[in-house]
């Protein structure tokens, strides 16, 4: 009889996470123990192993969805083992029954509540607007790569005429990157420093400082120039002066 694979315990106040990534396909063989899966919650990311050994049967959640934390993920079983529908095995093969597409409001825009809480994040950090976001997810969820796609097409742009201060202060994509993945407090990095201003290592130095307990201190970035140095110049040696002639005796 085929295994459920579920989330393991986040903990309370997590209600759904993120699918990131599968590391096994549908039919691969796994032990038990494998990495099977990768998740990201607001706080953390998180791998999910195969709880037996056995071949991957089914996966219930394609990456960048929205799962609730009690929901069964994928099954494993053994090969040829079919499986009907969440939760249980089948020992003949049926279809899934196909369910009716919700209707979408078409006057309805994207919105938090169609992010991803990562996505949530990311476009925060960018500074994307998500209600000029286009969502590739389940049922047109927003997903961390729709915001960073979009990210990067703002960033290719031409810049428009204007004066320096009118540009948006964001970081770079590869400290959004970095952010996303260390899940630190952008703004508290920065200390009043620009978005602009900050590097991934940066970042990594207050994630660092953030996991050990201590207070985040980024020191600012100042452009360095080594002095030449200075040649000592020997001082030239005061010549003596010369004695006066004597007068001749008198006769």
Do not use: C
């Amino acid at each position: 009889m085929a295994t459920e694979v579920k989330l393991p315990d986040l903990g309370e106040g997590i209600e759904d996470v993120t699918i990131n990534r599968w590391l096994a396909a549908e039919g691969a063989s796994v032990n038990e123990g494998d990495v099977i899966l990768e998740v990201a919650t607001d706080k953390v990311d998180t791998e999910v192993t195969a709880p037996v050994s056995g071949v991957l049967l089914k996966q219930f959640h394609t990456e960048g969805s929205l799962v609730g934390v009690s929901e069964v993920l994928a099954m494993i079983g053994v090969a040829g083992e079919s499986v009907s529908v969440r939760g249980s095995a089948a020992t003949e093969s049926a279809p899934a029954p196909v369910s009716a597409p919700q209707p979408q409001a078409a006057t309805a825009a994207p919105s938090d509540k169609k992010a991803t809480p990562v996505a949530q994040r990311v476009a925060q950090d960018q500074g994307v607007d998500l209600g000029q976001v286009g969502g590739t997810g389940p049922g047109g969820k927003i997903t961390k790569d729709d915001v960073l796609s979009f990210a990067e097409t703002k960033d290719a742009a031409p810049a428009k005429t204007g004066l320096p201060g009118d540009l948006a202060d964001v970081p770079s994509l590869v400290v959004a990157r970095t952010v996303a993945q260390t899940g630190v407090n952008l703004a508290e990095v920065a200390a009043g420093r620009p978005f602009s201003s900050l590097t991934k290592y940066d970042i990594l130095s207050a994630a660092a400082s953030q996991d050990a307990g201590k207070t985040v201190v980024v020191a600012p970035a100042y452009d360095t120039v080594a002095a030449a140095p200075v040649k000592a110049t020997p001082s030239t040696p005061s010549t003596p002066s010369t004695p006066p002639t004597p007068a001749p005796p008198k006769p």
